[in-house]
């Protein structure tokens, strides 16, 4: 099993661009995560899922959306990029109830120019 | 903020010593979990403890809960250069959500 894959794993983007990040995992879980990663921040949830074709947002959503029309596969947007956004995206899936343990893929790096 | 705090940011030990780091939060749970990041990598998950145990041990790892203080440790018993990482504890925050805090750097030396 691969488990949790990202990608890209790195990209650079200019202010205002566009870019759809990828996560896809092979363990049959129903929820999956978008977080990001800033220096002295730990992670912050963007948005979540806890099923094929739901979303909800999380601490800090602004400027991303999401869509999970598959349940293998969770994709974060960034419409409009900002230079606030320069962070490492991880996504992270887990099973719903007794194991709560969550698999974490191994992260986007996004510069934004 | 919500987050966990953990203590400390930053650890550096000899091999074979023992490193100890601290999580404290500020609401009730009912399980608490730590996790491991090497440099440039996703997190992995070490343990979870729920908040009936009072101990737990994985191989090395030995991590306890206090609920009445909100505190949680982790213990690396006879530390390796490879367990050189950041470590990250984790909470649920309602029914999906989870909070990290935000780590404390662990550089073991050899």
């Known amino acids: 099993n691969a488990g949790v894959t990202q990608t890209p794993k790195f990209r650079v983007l200019k202010t205002g661009q566009s870019m759809t990040l990828l996560c896809a995992q092979d363990m049959n879980h129903e929820y999956m995560y978008w977080y990001r990663q800033d220096p002295g921040m730990g992670l912050r949830l963007i948005h979540y899922?806890?099923?094929?074709?739901?979303?909800a947002k999380g601490e800090v959503p602004d400027g991303y959306n999401v869509s999970r029309l598959k349940k293998q596969n969770f994709l974060l947007g960034l419409e409009s990029a900002a230079p606030s956004q320069t962070s490492v995206y991880f996504c992270?899936?887990?099973?719903?109830?007794?194991?709560?343990?969550?698999?974490f893929g191994p992260g986007t790096r996004l510069l934004v120019l | 903020s919500q987050q966990g705090e953990e203590d400390p940011q930053a650890l550096s030990i000899q091999e074979g010593e023992n490193a100890t780091m601290n999580c404290s939060y500020k609401?009730?749970?009912?399980?608490l979990q730590w996790y491991r990041q090497n440099s440039g990598r996703g997190l992995v998950h070490l343990i979870l403890i729920r908040s009936n145990e009072r101990e737990k041990h994985s191989g090395r790892l030995r991590v306890t809960l206090d609920t009445s203080k909100k505190s949680s440790s982790l213990l690396i018993t006879a530390s390796r250069a490879a367990d050189t990482a950041s470590y990250f504890c984790?909470?649920?925050?309602?029914?999906?959500?989870?909070?990290f805090g935000t780590g404390t750097r662990l550089k073991v030396l050899a």
């Open positions: 984790s909470r649920p925050s309602g029914t999906y959500k989870y909070i």
């Open positions: 899922s806890v099923g094929e074709g739901t979303t």
């Open positions: 992270a899936s887990s099973y719903p109830g007794y194991q709560e343990t969550q698999y």
């Open positions: 609401t009730s749970i009912n399980n």
